[in-house]
């Protein structure tokens, strides 16, 4: 698995099913019009955790590498959820770990090639 920089960088990640649970509140809440909302998960987890949670939840034994000669982006990014709460009484439900398993579980991009279904030609 390939890092760029040292992995420092921070980045805030969030479930779909959280997006979606906030879309649909802002869809249908009041006085939110033209307002800029941020949604995620509001805690900033770095690169270099990511790519070692990543490892731990697959069960993998790949390698991190880091590429120090690419550019790693922003060094911090991570939502401020105060407006989502107020206005949409949001709060994230499904933290990076599990989001990761559910992930593997739910797509078939992710299947072992035993467990996946033969495609029709």
């Known amino acids: 698995m390939v890092v760029h920089g040292e992995g420092n960088q921070t980045r805030d990640y969030v479930f779909v099913d959280d997006v979606v649970s906030a879309r649909v509140a802002a869809a249908t809440a009041p006085g939110i019009n033209h307002l800029n909302i941020n949604v995620g998960d509001g805690a900033e987890t770095s690169v270099r955790e990511l790519a070692s949670l990543v490892i731990q939840v697959t069960t993998s034994n790949a390698e991190i590498i880091f590429n120090p000669?690419?550019?790693?982006?922003?060094?911090?990014?991570?939502?401020?959820?105060?407006?989502?709460?107020?206005?949409?009484?949001?709060q994230p439900r499904v933290s990076l770990a599990e989001?990761?398993?559910?992930?593997?579980?739910?797509?078939?991009?992710?299947?072992?090639?035993?467990?996946?279904?033969?495609?029709k030609t």
């Open 69 to 90: 000669r690419t550019a790693p982006g922003v060094s911090r990014m991570c939502a401020d959820l105060g407006l989502a709460r107020e206005k949409l009484g949001y």
């Open 99 to 119: 989001g990761l398993r559910l992930t593997l579980e739910k797509d078939p991009r992710f299947r072992d090639e035993a467990t996946r279904p033969l495609r």
